[in-house]
């Protein structure tokens, strides 16, 4: 009897919960077909250009072990919407970002996805990891809705023609990297330590590996670990030192080289270290000597440091509002939003066109725009979704990042 | 004896009799239009960890043993069935036929990997059994995350070093690519199918509970000696029942592979994590009580859903939540004033009746 009246319980408070999230889509709708209506009635009157607001999702870990680069993203792209806000908007029309959390899981992302769909999304900035994004480009290809991912680094990510990133991809890094090693003759033989387990880290290996060989690079000692073991180095170290590496490339991100660069130390094992965007914030890893980083090299698009103008304006401004050094992926997702607004501006997007709509003038005006951004200047989209633009090479030197 | 059976019926016929109503309700909402995209996106995954709390309490409730790497079977069925239809798209073309031999496929690869484990593993006990079937379920994870798999005019490649070792040609097109899973598995699963699953899932279990074998099954939970001394033989009952629960995960591996483009064996969905969140949808619905298992995975998977308005306390919530439950569910006070409403209830309505 117990039991019975337990689970009739339970199943009404299921059914019950069905219904409520029926109920809220339906008032939702009707909201918007209101919202949408009142917009239809301004423009008879007066005639006035696009006003109103156009609905940005963001999707991205806040929560779980990437939250760090989600909760950057978030706060960027808030950052961002804020400030064009402010400025007046885009055509006059306002943005509005909804940022829902996907814990870096394919799964939960597609749910987000669907979340922000309810909410009547117009334009997806996202998502923030690669497995997740791949995921999510699928359901967006298939409803049609515009897509730009802040980092999404994998190939796959942005497979349809949908969708656009504005970081560079994973085989882009690594051919960039072995090219810079190799036009600057920086070494012959080169050591690697990556992450098998990382989607971010075996792409930019593979790619370096084959671009190594026709640079005339020889890579003497491939070593990997795991995010299970990313405590410990000294074997893949000393592997590294016994084969004579001149260079350790290091194509993963900071916290596991700012213990790698402490370990090598304690061997006295002193190559040059470079490494990719991933590195970007070792300077700030806490109880970290940063004279340990000294002539590390890498390869990002984006440093905090850096003295030109909109960088600083970036850093101060997020500084003040969220506290902490941005790192790239919030200069990524900072960029992303303007990029949205260029793109908006250019196609004359207006806040009543359906998602759909939106997608097919959006596409064609991100292969027509020219961007000048944190994350790099002039940057330029082809119709497969790759951004156009020159990675930086900066030097840590004197405890700062040093544009080569 | 006779009463007996009937209650049972009448007890199973409930269980299909609630999973059918909220296909059908869930069913009629859809063609109305009136279901959120939220909703219809959580569908399938409802149905996939419905079936793995449901075959997870074979081992827990039925056979008695705690089983920590249940994750990890559903890793081996998605993994399999997703390379299975990977290789197959160009050949069988009808989605309906190929998903069904998908699911063949990861059922029997998942069933063969719990006879694997289970010979070794069933012959220990309690805490032992518990903490080594973790550590298969790690196992299985951590090794599919080194697999490279690759397929050209040549045959199949393999390699457990990194995709340019599998030495390809050039038309050669890599299916399994390490820790970056498997791509562009065809989105074969839907709802009617996950709920046909579901179906068969409870149709096997409590067929199986209520049959000479699940007796015997029982027999070995409630005491060992006993049963030996019987003459049942209980390393094969053991092995029976703890195979088919890996299968049946195996299949909502099937599920869950073919519902989302990307398939990677992350900590997050093939780890310990998932194995001890299926562990808690059948803690909380009940060890061996297969409507409750039900209940608790749907609840369990929509709670976070449902709690996205909440923003970054989401979680937090969601954990509270979970222990409230967990309290008003098993704790014994609360199982005692439970009772005494019930039974207040009761005589009210004996009292009502003979008025």
Sequence with gaps: MKKKLLSAVLVLTMSATLFAGCGSTDTETTETTDATETTDATESTDGASAEGT??????????????????AVENAAQLAVDEINAAGGVNGMMLELNFQDDEADAEKAVNAYNTLKDWDMQVLMGTVTSTACIAVAEKTAEDNVFQLTPSGSAIECITHDNAFRVCFSDPNQGKASAQYIGENSLATKVAVIYDSSSVYSTGIYETFVAEAANQGIEVVAAEAFTADSNKDFTVQLQKAKDSGAELLFLPIYYNEAALILAQAKTISFAPTFFGCDGLDGILAVENFDTSLAEGVMLLTPFAADAQDEATQNFVTAYNEKFGGTPNQFAADAYDAIYIIKAAAEKAGITADMSASDICDALKTAMTEITVDGLTG??????????????????KIVNGVYTAM | MKNKFNKQ???????????????????????????????EGLLVP??????????????VGILGELSLGHAGFMCVGAFSSALFSKCTEATITNSGIRFFFAILVGAAVAAVFGILI???????????LAIVTLAFGEIIKNFINVVYLGRDSKGFHFSMKD???????ADGEVLIKGAQGITGTPNDSNFIVGIVLVLVTIFIITNLVNSRTGRAVMAIRDNRIAAESLGINI????????SISASLAGVAGVLYAHNLSTLTALPKNFGYNMSIMILVFVVLGGIGNIRGSIIAAVILTLLPELLRGLNDYRMLIYAIVLIAMMLFNWSPKAIEVKEKISTKFRTSCKGKKEV
């Design chain 1, 377 to 394: 200047s002039g940057m330029t989209w082809t119709a497969d979704g790759e951004p156009n633009k020159a990675p930086k090479a900066v």
């Design chain 2, 118 to 128: 289970g010979i070794p593993v069933l012959r220990l006990k309690g805490d032992y």
């Design chain 1, 54 to 71: 156009l609905k940005i999702g963001g999707i991205g870990p806040t929560t779980g072990d990437a939250a760090v680069y989600g909760q």
């Design chain 2, 46 to 59: 409802l149905c996939t960890y419905v079936i793995l709390a449901v075959s997870l309490n074979l081992t």
């Design chain 2, 9 to 39: 019926t009448k007890d199973n016929l409930i269980t299909y009799g609630m999973v059918i109503a909220a296909f059908i309700i869930m069913q009629i909402l859809l063609s109305m239009g009136k279901v959120s995209s939220l909703m």
């Design chain 2, 163 to 169: 995709t340019m070792s599998l030495n390809m040609e």
């Design chain 2, 235 to 242: 390393t094969k009952y053991k092995l029976l029942a703890f």
